[in-house]
């Protein structure tokens, strides 16, 4: 069997410690090196090309989001699959794209360990790394792709909600809530943040605060102020500006 290469980059010692041990434990994993900082990180998966990255985000000199950026510029480095390690979460509910196959919150289980190591296993390596000018909340490239899936939180559990699944987003001044097979996942992002980033396509969005995914929408009608309601397949009734209930009337055949 195959053993993947695997690095951990981690500069809390006892908890690169315990990584360490759980690695060694699964007979489809080779730990090839331990990282203490992020420069050193970086210089290691360049050097060592690892399948499989353990990946703390704060750490000195270099974080490990910042560590995925320049992977990202180098041609020469085959993306491995990462696995965040993390005591924090707003990185997650935060970041778009980020090339991670699963996000560990401290404290994890070793149980929770070994199923991201089985999901990072069967990602698809060998492709490049998206850019993650998002990850902060930033203001997103024009070129940017659409999003493919977005972080989300749930019963402590931090995973990829896959976009086309999503029904709509409501949001106020600061928080998105994300609705999606009857369930809504609070994001600590504002609407604005999605616009650009959605397939325009599929995403409209019908009022300042709110964006419909038209595979969702079983109809539009008028109300009493000539104004469209947008009504969803699970009921859920939304009512456009007028801005956009006029383009919408003018964009119909």
Known sequence: MNRIR??????????????AEWVEQLPQLELVATCGDGASALDAIRRLQPGLVLMDIHMPGMTG????RALADDPDVAAPAVIFTTAYDEHALTAFELHAADYLLKPYTHERFVEAVDHALQAPR???LPALEAVQGDEPAGAAEPLSRILVRDQGKIFPLVVDAIEYLRSDTKYTAIVSKGRSYLVRLPIAAFEKRLDPGRFLKVNRAC???????EAMTPDDSSQLVVQLADGTRITASREVSKQLRADSI
Do not use: R, S, W
């Open 211 to 217: 964006i419909v995914n038209l595979d969702f929408v």
């Open 6 to 19: 695997t690095l951990i980059a981690e500069d809390e010692p006892l908890a690169a410690e315990g990584l």
């Open 65 to 68: 989001l910042q560590v995925l």
């Open 126 to 128: 060998g492709q490049a």
